[in-house]
Structures are given as C-alpha cells and as structure tokens.
C-alpha cells in the first residue's frame, strides 16, 4: 500500500524489545504510515510474520537476511520505500503517540517555507530511560550536554547532533543522498552532514519518544561528566583516536561524494579535514582551530586537540 510516511526498521538480535516498539507504532495518532523492515542476520529469531498477527499496521519485510551493518541494512530499506517522508528507527524505544504526527507537522511546515524540491530534515529531542523504560533523563541534549542547534558543517564534522530515531525528512533530501557510500560512519550522522550542506535542518524542542539504554546499543547515551570522561578513557587511546579518524574517513567519502556542488568554503575545510592523517604535528591542531572544528564543550575539544 501506499503511505504518507515510511518508517524504516533494521532488525538484529532485537526481539525482546520489538513488540513494545511496534505496538507504539500502532499507537501512532497519524494513521497513513507503514514499516518497512530488514532482518540483518538476527540469531534470535528475527522477524517473522507472527509479530503482524493482531493487524493494525502496514508493513513490508525486505527477504534478504544477510548481515551488512547498520548503514547498508539502511541503504537497502531507503531503496524500497516511495512515500514522500521517511522516517527513521531503532528496534529497541518506544515513540509516543504523537511522534510521527508532530514531525510530519514540522516538516511540512518547513516545505511551504522552503519549497518541497529543497533537502528538508527535522529532529527532536528525546527521553532516555534503562532497560525497564524507567526514566534517566527528560532531555537527550540535557544528559549528553550536547547543543542541538549546532548544525553547521565545521560543527557536525566531528560529533553529530541528530539522532537518526527521531529524524523524518522529505524526497528531496532522500534523493540527494541516495547510497550512503562505504566508509560512512552512521546513517543519521551523514544525513545531517548532507542537511547541513544542501538543505535545512529543523528541530523540535520536545522528547517524541523513549530512548531505551541496555547495555548493547550501537553507541548510546551517557551522563556528560567525568564518570563519563572515566568510561572513555577506559576504552582507551587506541579506540578514541580510531574513532575521531573514522569520523575523517567519513568527511573524505563525503567530499569524494558530493565534490562538484559543494560551495567553495565548504570544499576547502574538508579537504583540509581529511588531510589530518597526513599531516603534522603543529598541522593538524592549525586545521581544527582554522575551521573551528570543534565538538559541544571545551573538555571535549580538548581531548580532540589531543588525540588528533
């Protein structure tokens, strides 16, 4: 059938918590929507048909179930979704009711601001909780310390603001970035690098949605503070200073990609972003500081400057 908003859902090893995030889907106040889903490889059983028995809600299931990854098990359900606003999802939160109605209102808001051909994405805030959905905190940017109005390009190079379960964005924005190219970081990481570039990025002050922390998400959240300095450190060197080149590495198939529209500012910063591993010492800390490539808080950037 056809849908005013697709929602896109890759599964792995999620079924102890999909049917409290389907049932939510079913909750949903705006009715004109419909999930498209992509087992990557579950041992757990993954998705089946029996999890759709009670009806209420439009679904299709992609019959591939090899494990790709979180980028290319979203590449594949971007290619099979035609509704003209596509959000995205987690397999393991809970969205309150009223969480595609709200920002379906947002980005058709945006459209008639900025016309329906340009890249449009919106977010929002959103309320993290344990494992039992018992609240940690009202605000996602409260707990991580993060500013969520810093969109610019220079800002979002190294750490990303949106996060992709609570991103809807319209055709255009999904037809520029087509396929995601390998070396992508994180699909909502590189939306927002294209939003910022080519379109206009909105956000919505209010939590839409639980935000579940077990223990075995991709990345997660954690209190902004020094316990969580502590939890970094003890991934140690090695992984922190992996992490900050990936986010080069990113910057470079994002260049490679998207080379010949970029403004001639936006062109020279990332090319001497992804210069960083070739250059030296004095170098590399010139390129941060020039550009103003900076996270959301002095300690952060200071551990960039030091790992760099």
């Keep these: ?52 028995r009670d009806g209420g809600l439009a679904y299709r299931i992609l019959p591939e179930r090899d494990h790709r990854g979180v980028v290319a098990s979203y590449n594949a359900l971007l290619a099979a979704s035609d509704a003209p606003y596509v959000m995205f999802s987690d397999q393991d939160d809970v969205w309150n009711s009223d969480k595609v109605s709200k920002s379906l209102e947002r980005l058709m808001a945006m459209e008639a601001e900025y016309g329906s051909d340009t890249p449009l994405l919106c977010f929002s805030d959103l309320a993290v909780v344990d494992e039992k959905l018992k609240l940690k905190s009202p605000s996602y940017f409260d707990y991580q310390k993060i500013d969520p109005l810093r969109n610019r390009l220079n ?23 087509g396929i995601m190219p390998e070396g992508t970081v994180m699909h909502d990481h590189f939306f927002m690098l294209t ?5 206009k990025i909105s956000f919505i002050d209010e939590a839409l949605m639980l935000y579940r922390q077990h223990g075995r998400n991709v990345y997660g959240a954690s209190r902004y503070g020094w316990k969580y300095f502590f939890r970094r450190g003890g991934q140690g060197w090695h992984s922190i200073r992996k992490r900050f080149y990936q986010n080069v590495e990113q910057g470079r198939v994002f260049l490679d990609k998207y080379s010949s529209l970029l403004n001639t500012a936006d062109r020279r910063m990332l090319e001497d972003f992804v210069s960083l591993p070739g250059s030296g010492f004095i170098t590399r800390r010139k390129i941060l500081l020039k550009h103003r490539i900076f996270k959301a808080t002095f300690l952060r950037n200071l551990g960039s400057m030091l790992i760099v």
């Design 195 to 199: 939003a910022a570039c080519f379109g």
């Design 1 to 52: 059938m056809s849908a005013r908003v697709d929602i896109l859902l890759p599964v792995y090893n999620g079924r102890k918590y999909l049917p409290e995030q389907l049932a939510s889907f079913k909750n949903q106040t705006e009715k004109s929507i419909r999930l498209i889903l992509r087992d990557d490889g579950s041992g757990d059983g993954g998705i089946d048909e029996s999890l759709f």
């Design 155 to 177: 800002q979002l190079l190294l750490q990303n603001t949106g996060c992709g379960c609570t991103m809807i964005f319209n055709q255009a924005m999904k037809q520029l970035v």
